[in-house]
């Protein structure tokens, strides 16, 4: 293993626990072997994070393994496009999965091995009636399975028809194989679940080599077996699953040690749904852009809106992995996002309102130019190494237009008429006069500076209540900033309804296009995490030059809901 992305929880880990009480009785000899499994039918989000820094961290912490298996049991929804997102989105969040990355898809021809073995054995059957009809023989809690009048047909019959199914010779859904179990189990996963279904759908992987498929519950628990899987960790949903999942792999001539399912809690985090149906559904109606759309859980849409992925590790690692469900504030990831940006991120003017100021009394040079300085500014005071850069600073300057108030409102101490303030870094400056437009809105605010207030302090000590970011103008560049509110204004989406969707907020952007940044913001990396000055931090776009995404403010508003809570 090269570098450890894995420090020691601070909110404990059960699945370690477990783990490292296996590795001291020496079950599985002393192996620690863990996969991610997800199927390829849309884009990892912040949720599958968590699965991810599970599966991969654990093995890591135990220096095991940790396969990426793609479960590709059902042709009608997976796409080769997925497959390779998946893969890149879990090497942005700094886990390489060994090569080569497995698929459900590799065991077809086993499992279709161990299924005529499970018949052999007398332990499934070929079932000829409609999924209505099996579906509603099922029963439910406290309401009494009915046995199919297939399930005690001979084995020799059984057989000849699953081949025959393998062979094309039924139409889709004409029949199915199940496993004989029992009918009356409390569990519903127990009666006599169906292994395989006729369904000629193209496969991305297999094409048209297969016209019937597993489950997804016939596969899973035996591709783990097959992969040497010592730890099969998954979340709670499949805690009614593990009883199924034992069964098979208790019927079945393993080539090696049956694997131990652990199932923890599901990551939600307020503001914020995970159900890849739902985040679908958005794309769909045109709520947001797509699935790399900076709004979205995603790992490409948290990765566009320059969420560095360190700082979500280390977010996942300090919640710790628990037993029972429970939704984490967005605020607090944010706080990580926040304190990793506010060491690495480099400093930068940007105005995203712009009002025009103009000093009056700024001189002019020999040829009757207006002077142009420069100032020497850090550009992160939090890091020494990355250095300083030259700001331009001349006698036309845009400020944020919330920055003037004609007539201030009550405790509003920044640029009103007759009022100094300090431009950062510059000079004092104070507002003498105002230029407006025909509809009376302020369009120019005039000033005058003071040459001794140089780099921006008063030789006589005089303070200002107020230091502002500014841009000189004829050094602006042109850019495009975004903001963004929650996608959802409840903490818990569709709690009141049932439906996240009711709970959006449809101008959760706003797209600001006149924005005026200083000359270094172009060029800002694609990608690349920047601070304006008072605003929050900034991503590039990777795509689009001069687009910034507002990542995160600058306010730690994790703090202050610990600080209300404490109260
Ligand atoms: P959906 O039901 O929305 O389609 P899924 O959970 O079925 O999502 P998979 O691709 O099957 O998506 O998930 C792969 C793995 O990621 C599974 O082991 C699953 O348990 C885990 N996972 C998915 N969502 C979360 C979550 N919110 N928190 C933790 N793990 C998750
Ligand atoms: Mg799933």
Redesign the pocket.
Known sequence: MVESHVPTPTAGDFVRDLVQRDQEQGTFGERVQTR????P??YL?I??A??ITVDFGTAEAFDGLCNLRL?DTNPDTEEAEFVDSILEDIEWLGFTPPRPVRHASDYFEQLYAWAEHLITEGFAYVDEQDAETISAQRGGYGKPGVESPYRDRPVKESLDVFRRMRAGEFPDGAKVLRAKIDMQHENMQLRDPVMYRIRRGHHYRTGDAWCIYPTYDWAHGQSDAIEGVTHSL??LE?QSNRPLYDWYLEHLPLPGDQPRQIEFA???LTHTI????KLKQLIAEGVVDGWDDPRMPTLRGLRRRGYPAKAIREFLTSIGVAKTNSRHSIELLESFIRRDLNLTAQRRMAVLRPLKVVITNWPTDETGQPVVEHFEVANNPENADDGTRQVAFSGELWIEQEDFAEVPPPKYFRLSPGREVRLRGAYFVTATDVVKDADGTVTEVHVTYDPETKGGTAPDGRKVKSTMHWVSAPHAEDATVALYERLFTAENPGEATGDPLDDLDRNSREVLTGAKVERALADTAPGEVVQFERLGYFAHDPREPMLFHRTVGLRDEWAAIQKRTAR
Request: with cysteine.
């Open positions: 991610f499994p997800p199927e039918n849309g989000h949720g599958h968590k699965a479960d998954c979340t499949f599901r990551l939600e995970t159900s890849k149906r």
